[in-house]
């Protein structure tokens, strides 16, 4: 079944390049570089200090990616808030897990706990812009921007909103990243975090997201079935856009026919939970520059999952 | 639009029990579980909880998994109830399912308890991303025999299970999948029974709540999924439908991180929400299964949405939070599938120990059992952390 799309009506992004720069600007992070942090801006035109003082590293660099993209796409509150953290407030948790494992199970500070769920996210948001409309946090790993993704669609497709706050983030700590370190998954590239925000609408104009699944099941499948209902072939499809690391051997792809140009982030944003939002940015800007129609598709792979995100953009010159 | 998305299974392992008939058979008893915790090992013997009267090596034997393979007692829980409601379904191997996990907690148990080691050597590495929901969701779709072909997992705190069984009607009603498994899964873990205690809002007897003298919660644990399908595929398989989910709303309170506003907005617009997508009334409303945590907060805020929403015609209102405890992430499963087993046995479970109105509120729950009586339509709610406030409408199958 061929469905409406939703258009992305501004993104912005802060990570380990220059806080909200746009592709011209990326630049590939350092090989030798085990964790890279995030470029964090000046906070202060988002958040008044005395606020931003009691917020974590994660929630400010939220709030702050959602008040930008908002005010590019000409929002002051969004219809729907949704959020996407593979491990949320992660730096909070440590905190209060330590104490706890550390004094024993007493005389414990509140607040840290209190900042520990990853809907904190979502919720400082809300209550940062006052919105009261819809607001979910997903937290599917390496998958928790893609269901957030879906998520928002499904609202717009179904008109319950006309427009939605995606917002994904994910942060780093030295504690995490020696436990992520033992795991392949995670060497070969800088280890790093972000925050990526979407405004997202169902009213036409902007680059379109077409199509957004994930699937357990056979890949090719799950393309073949997004080809057919969105009436594409490959020849259709200017790039595919992968979760692969610099160097990594394409093989988990192979499903895309040769002569398909295909494309990298990862060497822009480095290795997070939630760097395919990052993938989904880089995407947008890669079509807004070619002065002409495109398509790309954005495929990630984790643990045997696969999640698909069709691009598009109607060039009106 | 009643009766848009057929409940076609239930699972549900909680303080009350394991399995649907052990559930009904202690609501309709009286039998109240919340006691010291048992297999939790926690210097705060003093604070009763709903604990799941199984211990991990019980859970695995339940599970006939390998107890060389480590799992989360989320999973462990997990495994239980979402096989039930698969069983329950009669689905089978080869039917295309997405499961929609709600947790918060995920593998917390097992990182508390090995978390220095891991910084000590290599030898409890292969655990270390069991601390992950999706990990410990994963861990659930694996051992179903349906093909779990698409897995998500919502945290929303306390309204993570309603959120979960929302996007699964939202799968379905958009035509993605025939057949969604939703609800959630919350283990008791020394993480987060101290993170609540230090939020100084747990009971140390058992809570009561709406209750004037309500002292607090109880941490409860345990896991609940329901399968939703469209109507249509449900009749063409020949699938029996227990209820239906006819409403569902989701709102924000956008007040404070962990308290809900005095009025009730967010709660009041999140029961309006999910009445105007099942297309009734207020007054068409029978029953509404509370959130009602037995804070002086919550029920106060909660109890003034519903005196806005229903005025002086106020349906039968009560807490199944003082059978199970606050499960947490899992609630909203384990009350969808309360509710389910209300409408189709007709009663209304009491809300226990419920002595004193409260001065603030201008209704009582219902103190004692209901028997008897015909339920059309539940409304269920779950407010969480960050003012994340949702509520689902069960409606009566036969409708």
Sequence with gaps: ?317 | MCGRIAITGAGIVSALGTGLDETCRSLMENICPIAPPKHLKTIHSNLPCGEVDLSDAQLYDLCHEDRGRVLSRSSLLGIVAARQAQEDASLVPGDRVAFINGTTVGGMDITERYYKQYFQGSDYDALIPLHLDGVSTDAIADSLECDVVFTDVISTACSAAANAIAMGAELIESGRFDIVIAGGTECLSKYHLNGFNSLMILSQEPCRPFDAGRKGLNLGEGAAYIVLESKAHAKERGARIRAFLSGWGNTCDAYHQTASSPDGAGALEAMLKAIQVARLQPSDIDYVNAHGTGTENNDLSEGKALMSLFGDRMPYVGSTKCFTGHATSAAAGLEAVISILCLEHGFVPANLRFRTKDPGLDFSPVAEKKENIKLNHVLSNSFGFGGNDSSLIFSRAEL
């Design chain 1, 1 to 317: 079944m061929k469905r409406s799309p939703v258009y992305i009506k501004a993104s912005s992004h802060i990570c380990a390049q220059e806080p909200f720069s746009t592709l011209e600007s990326f630049s590939p992070l350092p090989q030798d570089g085990a964790m890279v942090l995030c470029k964090d801006p000046d906070f202060r035109p988002f958040i008044p200090p005395m606020v931003s003082r009691r917020m974590n590293s994660i929630v400010k660099r939220s709030i702050a990616v959602s008040r930008h993209v908002l005010d590019k796409a000409g929002i002051q509150s969004p219809d729907a808030i949704i959020s996407g953290t593979g491990i949320g407030c992660v730096g909070d948790t440590e905190v209060f897990l330590k104490q706890m494992l550390d004094n024993g199970e007493n005389m414990l500070n509140p607040s840290r706990f209190i900042c520990s769920t990853p809907n904190t996210i979502g919720s400082q948001i809300a209550i940062y812009l006052g919105s009261r409309g819809f607001n979910s946090t997903h937290v599917n790993d390496m998958f928790a921007f893609e269901g957030a993704l879906l998520e928002s669609v499904m609202l717009l497709q179904k008109g319950s909103v006309e427009n939605v706050l995606l917002c994904a983030a994910d942060q780093m700590t030295d504690g995490l990243y020696g436990l992520l370190d033992r795991d392949a998954f995670w060497k070969g590239i800088p280890v790093s975090e972000g925050a990526v925000g979407f405004v997202l609408s169902n009213s036409p104009g902007g680059v379109a997201v077409d199509d957004v699944m994930l699937t357990r099941s056979n890949p090719s499948w799950e393309v073949d079935r997004i080809l057919r209902e969105n009436s594409l072939e490959w020849k259709d499809i200017d790039a595919v856009v992968t979760s692969l690391l610099p160097g990594e051997s394409s093989e988990r792809f192979a499903f895309v026919p040769e002569g398909v140009q295909m494309l990298t982030y990862k060497q822009y944003c480095g290795q997070y939970f939630t760097a395919s939002a990052f993938g989904l940015l880089y995407c947008g800007e890669v079509l807004q520059r070619r002065g002409k129609s495109g398509r790309i598709l954005l495929a990630s792979c984790n643990r045997g999952t696969y999640s698909f995100i069709l691009t598009s953009s109607v060039c009106t010159n």
